[in-house]
């Protein structure tokens, strides 16, 4: 049958204006459900980010200066193999070093771009036998003191414990959402039915004149669409400033937010995910609303 | 045009509103339900629209056994079914031209057809000056010949009015039965439930009389009684 989308538009904009307060309430739910869904998404991408360079149960990393001598480089070797704490080591020189920044910086083309390899300072990655915080500490601030050293970088007990609230956070907080969740959805099937409740006689006047049941249904699934929508969007606003004002403030503060990035592309994946959640949970709210009432 | 094989509908807590009913009504005739309240005119009405179902016994409209219909294709089954009511059912927000279009628009008929077709069928019902006015703006006898206007407009084979004049006066009430009759010349079959004696004496067709869910009496050309 011909739906014609004025039509649809037209009744759905009626139907969105009619119940203004059940329609706010509805998309302040889902904006607080998916905030909290795009926030724990972004919580577990901050993480991976964090912890790119450690990758492979590499625990220290021994950055040379850029402009190191070969000789103070093969030194640096030495001492580390002569040390009884390390397992082994890989070195990566300037190509590889570039390459590795490059990925952890892949979505940022300004910083990516800004070295060229013979300016990327080359590393050792270091394996340690015993990983305690007091020997990464030592070979620490050992290794920190030979000549050609930039600077001696250890994921020590910072990293696994932020990998620990971190995950503990997020996992809450999708439990969370997934609460708030459910109850956006019982309140737009709520909200479709007060909505067909105040157009029951317009909707028997459509079932008797012929009107198929698809026909009766659209239009509320077209609202819960859109409050879905609205819904999604105001969730990824909220999630886009909190990463713009609170994240630098957090990230500042150091702690465990310390090393915690996220990029644009992060950030508006989740914000596509927001949306696509939003429109699901509105129109299957609503056709589930509709049906119920449809089927009486 | 329209067949009852039988039909007997029961409701919540035994009520049995229609009992072994069987009629057989042709194309073109023009039928009066009459009876007391609750013998079971609504009931047979609801049932040929597949509002209700029977709970045995069979109905048959324009050939077809509406038992054995899936229940989307209602819908395309209620397409060539006016109804009317006592309480005429417009819609308080939309104006008597909106009423109309409302029926065709709602199955999918296209823009162009509904300009031609609503002005044509308001000027048919004499309400060609109301077309911008509100329900509340006419009066009852008015109020229903939207209603008519509203159940015609798709020119239907079948047209169910459940007590039309229950809510007008004895003048009124003529002028809409010589609306109904002016349909039912157009070759509608028309099934007519009613409590008006008057109506039914003056126009001399086909009456079936129910009581209690029985069909007690099934005359051509008969009177209220």
Not at chain 1, 80 to 93: C, E, G, I, Q
């Amino acid at each position: 049958m011909a739906l014609r989308p004025d039509y649809v538009i037209r009744e759905t904009a009626t139907n969105l204006k009619r119940n203004l307060t059940l329609t706010f309430a509805t998309v302040v739910t889902i904006a607080i459900a998916l905030t909290l869904v795009g926030a724990s998404l972004l919580m577990k991408q901050g993480v991976t980010h964090s912890n790119v360079r450690f990758r492979g149960d590499v625990q220290t990393i021994v950055y040379m200066k850029s402009d190191a001598s070969p000789d103070q480089i093969d030194a640096v070797k030495r001492a580390l193999d002569a040390s009884p704490h390390v397992k082994s080591t890989r070195y990566l020189n300037h190509d590889e070093a570039n390459a590795e920044f490059k990925l952890i910086f892949a979505d940022e083309p300004a910083i990516r771009d800004s070295l060229t390899p013979a300016e990327t300072p080359t590393s050792y990655k270091v394996q340690v036998k015993d990983a305690s915080f007091e020997v990464v500490q030592s070979l620490q601030d050992y290794f920190k003191t030979l000549p050609g050293v930039h600077e001696v970088i250890a994921p020590t007990d910072t990293v696994k414990k932020q990998e620990d609230s971190f995950a503990k956070f997020s996992n809450f907080s999708l439990l969370f959402a997934a609460i708030v969740g459910a109850t956006s959805l019982v309140l737009i099937v709520n909200s479709i039915r007060i909505a067909m409740f105040a157009r029951r006689r317009e909707i028997e006047v459509m079932k008797l004149v012929g009107a198929t049941n698809w026909f009766i249904r659209i239009p509320f699934m077209a609202e819960g669409l859109v409050q879905g929508i609205i819904g999604g969007a105001v969730g990824i606003g909220i999630v886009f400033a909190l990463r713009s004002w609170l994240l630098p403030t957090l990230v500042s503060g150091g702690g465990i937010w310390a090393g915690f990035r996220l990029t644009v592309s992060d950030v508006q994946q989740t914000g596509f995910v927001l949306i696509v959640a939003g429109a699901l949970v509105g129109i299957f709210g609503s056709a589930v609303a509709a049906t119920r009432f449809l089927d009486v | 045009m329209i067949k009852l094989e039988s039909v007997t509908k029961v409701y919540k807590g035994d009520v049995v509103a229609l009992r072994d009913a069987s009629a057989d009504i042709q194309k073109g005739e023009f039928v009066f339900l009459v009876g007391p309240s609750g013998s079971g005119k609504s009931t047979m009405l609801r049932l040929l629209n597949k509002e209700e179902t029977p709970e045995h016994g069979k109905i048959f409209v324009a050939g077809k056994d509406i038992g054995e219909l899936n229940q989307w294709k209602v819908p395309y089954l209620r397409r060539n079914i006016g109804c009317v009511f006592q309480d005429f059912k417009l819609l308080t927000n939309k104006t008597v031209y909106e009423n109309v279009a409302f029926a065709l628009e709602v199955i999918g008929r296209p823009k162009h057809v509904i300009k031609t077709q609503v002005p044509a069928i308001l000027e048919l019902v004499g309400l060609g000056k109301k077309m911008i006015n509100y329900p509340h703006e006419l009066s009852g006898g008015e109020q229903q010949r939207v209603s008519i206007a509203r159940a015609f407009v798709n020119r239907p084979l079948i047209l169910l009015a459940d007590e039309p004049t229950g809510n007008l006066d004895p003048t009124t009430s003529v002028g809409i039965m010589r609306l109904l009759d002016r349909i039912n010349r157009t070759g509608t079959t028309v099934v007519m439930a009613t409590h008006d004696r008057s109506v039914v004496d003056t126009m001399r067709r086909r009456v079936i009389e129910l009581d209690r869910g029985v069909i007690v009496r099934d005359q051509s050309r008969g009177v209220y009684e």
